[in-house]
C-alpha cells in the first residue's frame, strides 16, 4: 500500500555543479524566473516564489555539468539519525555525519549514497521564507526530481527502507515514489544508466506552463517534448534543455492522493500507438532531450 513517509515531507531543493555560474545564474533568473535567496564566492542558491530557503543550488566547477545532491527535508529531528542507520543497513553509506549545515539555508543534515552513488542530502531545521505566495508565470517549488537507474527495483528497496518513501505507481519505464501528498516527489527511470534524468518545477497554475514554454522559446530553447498532460501524476509539462544539459520541466496540477490511493502497475498505464501522453497532442521526447536525460550524473565525491 502507498503511505506518506513517516521520515521525510518534502522534496526541498537539487544542487548542481555548473561551468560557468554567471550564465546559469543569468538563465535560471532572467529565463526560468528563479530569484537569487543567497550567494557565496562560488555559488549560488536559487528560490521560487514559496517558502522553501532554495530550490536549486548552483556550484562553479570546471567541466561538464554534475548533480552534487538531491535535498529532502526531514519530518523532524530523530529522522536524521534513522536515516543515516537505515542507509548503512541498506548497502549504502553516510557521506557526512549529522551536523549542522554551513551553507545558506541552514540546518542540520545528514548525507547519504546508496550503492550506485545517488546522494542525497536530508536536512531538518532549515530556514524558510516568510513571504510566500504564488505569482503567475514563475516556480513556486519543486515538483520532482527524476533519478535513472540501471536496476531500478533496487533503487526504489533503497528509497523504502531509508527514507521511507512508497510506490505511487508503477510505469515500464519508471516508478514514481511518493512522500506527502503529492503523487511523487522523486520517480526513477528504468535506464542503463544513473544520471539526473531530469528537474520539475511547479507552476501555479496551466497557463503558467504554456507562458513558460513561449518564454523559452524567445530565449531559443525549444520545447523538447510537449505541451501534454501525464498519466501518473495527471500534471500538465513542457520539457526543456536547459545550459549545460541540464533537463528541466515546468509543470502543474499535480494529483493529490492520500493513504487510500491504489498504486497502479504498467498494464494500468498503456497508450494508444502514436500517443504519449493524456492529451494526444504532444511529439515523443526529442532525441537531444533523450541524450541530456544521461548527461548529467552525480559527483564520484562531495
Not at 535567496?37 to 528560490?47: G, K, S, V
Not at 505511487?168 to 527511470?189: E, K, P, Q, V, Y
Not at 498519466?231 to 496540477?253: K, L, R
Request: include cysteine.
Amino acid at each position: 500500500m502507498t503511505h506518506a513517509s513517516s521520515r521525510i515531507s518534502a522534496l526541498r531543493s537539487v544542487a548542481l555543479q555548473v561551468p560557468d555560474l554567471a550564465a546559469a545564474e543569468s538563465f535560471y533568473t532572467t529565463i526560468w524566473h528563479l530569484d537569487v535567496a543567497a550567494r557565496t564566492e562560488h555559488a549560488i542558491y536559487l528560490r521560487g516564489t514559496g517558502a522553501d530557503h532554495h530550490l536549486l543550488a548552483l556550484h562553479e566547477a570546471p567541466g561538464p555539468a554534475q548533480i552534487r545532491h538531491v535535498t529532502l527535508r526531514a519530518r523532524d529531528a530523530s529522522a536524521l539519525d534513522a536515516v543515516a542507520q537505515a542507509a548503512v543497513k541498506a548497502g549504502g553509506q553516510v557521506l557526512q555525519a549529522k551536523a549542522p549545515v554551513t551553507e545558506p539555508g541552514g540546518g542540520v543534515a545528514v548525507t547519504v549514497a546508496d550503492r550506485d552513488g545517488r546522494i542525497f542530502q536530508v536536512v531538518h531545521g532549515d530556514a524558510m521564507h516568510a513571504d510566500a505566495h504564488e505569482a503567475k508565470d514563475k516556480p513556486l517549488r519543486l515538483a520532482h526530481a527524476v533519478l535513472n537507474s540501471h536496476h531500478v527495483e533496487d533503487t526504489r528497496g533503497f528509497m523504502e527502507e531509508v527514507f521511507d518513501f512508497s510506490l505511487s505507481d508503477r510505469t515500464r519505464i519508471m516508478a514514481f515514489m511518493r512522500c506527502n501528498n503529492d503523487h511523487h516527489s522523486i520517480a526513477l527511470g528504468d535506464t542503463d544508466n544513473d544520471a539526473l534524468n531530469h528537474i520539475a518545477f511547479l507552476m501555479p497554475d496551466l497557463d503558467s506552463v504554456m507562458r513558460g514554454a513561449g518564454r523559452m522559446k524567445d530565449a531559443g530553447f525549444a520545447t523538447e517534448w510537449g505541451p501534454g498532460r501525464h498519466g501518473p501524476g495527471d500534471n500538465a509539462f513542457n520539457y526543456f534543455v536547459g545550459p549545460f544539459d541540464v533537463v528541466i520541466e515546468y509543470t502543474a496540477e499535480v494529483e493529490q492522493i492520500d493513504d487510500s490511493y491504489q498504486a497502479g502497475q504498467p498494464s494500468d498505464w498503456t497508450w494508444p500507438p502514436g500517443r504519449v501522453d493524456q492529451w494526444g497532442i504532444s511529439a515523443p521526447p526529442s532525441a537531444r532531450l533523450k541524450e541530456a536525460q544521461k548527461a548529467v550524473v552525480f559527483v564520484s565525491s562531495l
